[in-house]
């Protein structure tokens, strides 16, 4: 095999990576107190490519004062909508003139293909800040008119103010590492909140770049500040501080639940985005050949490491056999490789432990009875890449059916009708997701209702606009973001009843 040719790095990148990687703590750069750091590995190479501070209790304790100072300082709190408006808008400026060095970091240190982190990951970071940021000026209460029992010679004046809930603490994962942040950041600041951030261990660079141009964009000091650290430590610390009014997560299921609890003890608002088995259900009208791009598309985008990613394929069985060879043909053809290879389609997983653990639940899959049509648990010498892979022949109960994988795994089941299909669909304890692929509208309109997702896609999968509320059923997690939705994530509702 030839070396693959590779997009040189740019030099804001080469600089980037040499200069030492500190923590954003109020205005100033802080190593861990500990002095502990962490190492950051490039998923095509495994080499390390940087190390970064690896926090603990003490340090998350100091960010999160320095973002409560922040939140009852001068300057943020008497700062007008309108101000917090040209923030996020320059924020947004910054992040796009820098948007080649962000992919590249983002390439890097995740794997993606450097197409997708420069149209994807980077783009929306930046269409999404300037969305949020027109949100500054419209987040208003209602007035009521009260109908007081017994009271009838009162006059009374009703109406309800929208407060910034105060100090967010946002735990993400590693999938969309600059993307999340922003996620988390821009509401948080539109609502006048302040935030510390723990980026994913695997993936930290991308936030603290960020962090400089948070700075740049002059945001002031302490509004928004990062921490990087391991998750039983740093993250465990954030979700559990009496400090913080709100924790905000993405992850894993188990993770928010373990999160969740913690918030809990102390009445802290908390919102999870968790994980998905997201039904991709196609019906016998489908045009076999999109059919199948789609579906492959759904599963095999980000090397399946995307929470709503169509991993449950489901196709009407007059059509099963053509669909099915279909999404194999696709996924023979994809090409894996580096990210920062043009050619490539697939990039890499983003660790050796999730390669083990995608590639464990390949070889479960045999076990338990399932064909391998394309793909395999095989993985490279160097690196940790992964063939799109495809399965068939299991049941219900099927662990590849029931558990989520995070990885490039489609199990194709066929099905019969729409009640079977209703009942397969849900048949999971998730419910993040869900399309559903035909014009035939009627079918489609009455399954909408039968399916427990919290977005159901039509005749096309994974598809987020920053206006629509995303977020699960079940234990995919509670609350949306995105849209109207998530200013009430991260503001508190005071209701004022005055007798006049
Ligand atoms: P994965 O298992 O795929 O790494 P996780 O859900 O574990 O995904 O990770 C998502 C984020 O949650 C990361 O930032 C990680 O550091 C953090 N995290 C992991 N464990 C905990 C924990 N016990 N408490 C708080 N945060 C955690």
């Known amino acids: 095999m030839n070396a693959p040719a590779e997009t040189p790095l740019s030099e804001a990148t080469v600089r980037f990576l040499a200069q030492p990687k500190k923590m954003l703590i109020g205005a100033e750069w802080r190593d861990a107190l500990s002095g502990r750091t962490l190492e950051s590995r490039n998923p095509a190479t495994g080499d390390v490519i940087a190390t970064f501070p690896a926090a603990a209790a003490a340090d998350v304790d100091l960010a999160v004062q320095a973002a409560r100072a922040a939140f009852s300082g001068k300057e943020w709190g008497k700062a007008r909508p309108i101000d917090r408006e040209r923030w996020l808008l320059r924020l947004a400026d910054r992040v796009e003139a820098n948007a080649q060095e962000l992919a590249e970091i983002e390439t890097l240190d995740n794997g993606k293909p450097l197409m997708f982190a420069r149209r994807v990951d980077v783009q929306q970071a ?9 949100w500054c000026t419209k987040i208003e209460g209602s007035t009521l008119t009260p109908s007081v029992p017994a009271l009838r010679k009162n006059e009374y004046f009703a109406y309800t103010l ?21 996620w988390k950041i821009a509401p948080a600041l539109a609502t006048g909140c302040t935030i510390v951030l723990k980026p994913a261990e695997e993936t930290s660079l991308a936030a603290l770049r960020l962090a400089e141009l948070v700075l740049e964009a002059g945001i002031p000091a302490g509004v928004v500040n990062v921490v990087t650290g391991l998750g039983h430590e740093a993250g465990a610390a954030l979700a559990a501080h009496r400090g913080i009014d709100k924790v905000t997560f993405t992850g894993s299921t188990e993770v928010g639940k373990r999160i969740g609890k913690a918030a809990m003890d102390n009445m802290t608002r908390v919102s999870l985005e ?17 059919a199948a791009a789609g579906a492959a598309n759904a599963i095999f985008f980000n090397s399946g490491q995307v929470c709503a990613a169509g991993s449950r394929l489901y ?34 997983l983003v660790s050796a432990k999730q390669l083990q653990r995608v590639t464990g639940y390949i070889r479960k899959g045999v076990e338990e009875g399932g064909s391998l049509l394309a793909g395999s648990a095989e993985s490279a010498d160097k690196g940790y890449f992964i063939k799109p892979t495809v399965v068939t022949g299991l049941g219900e109960q099927a662990t590849l059916i029931q558990e989520e994988i995070f990885g490039p795994v489609l199990v194709a089941t066929p099905f019969d009708d729409i009640d079977e299909i209703a009942a397969a669909a849900n048949a999971t304890p998730y419910g993040l997701a869900a399309s559903i692929w035909s014009n035939d509208l009627s079918r489609v309109h009455r399954l909408i209702p039968r399916i427990q997702a919290g977005t159901v896609w039509v005749n096309c999968h994974g598809v987020l606009d920053n206006a629509m509320p995303f977020g699960g059923y079940k234990q995919s997690g509670i609350g949306r973001e995105m849209g109207r939705s998530m200013i009430d994530l991260f503001t508190e509702t005071k209701s004022v009843m005055m007798q006049l």
Do not use: T
């Not at 930046?126 to 027109?134: C, E, H, Q």
């Not at 967010?168 to 922003?182: K, Q, R, S, T």
């Open 126 to 134: 930046v269409d999404f800040l300037r969305y949020v940021a027109g």
């Open 162 to 182: 929208r407060e910034p809930v105060g100090v967010v603490g946002a735990i993400i994962p590693w999938n969309f590492p600059l993307l999340i942040a922003v």
């Open 315 to 348: 196709v009407h069985k007059r059509v099963f056999d053509q669909v099915l060879e279909g999404v194999v043909a696709v996924a023979n053809k994809m090409r894996v490789g580096p990210g920062l290879d043009p050619g490539s389609q697939i990039g890499p």
């Open 274 to 290: 968790l994980g998905g088995k997201s039904p991709v259900i196609m019906f016998d009208d489908v045009d076999v050949k999109s």
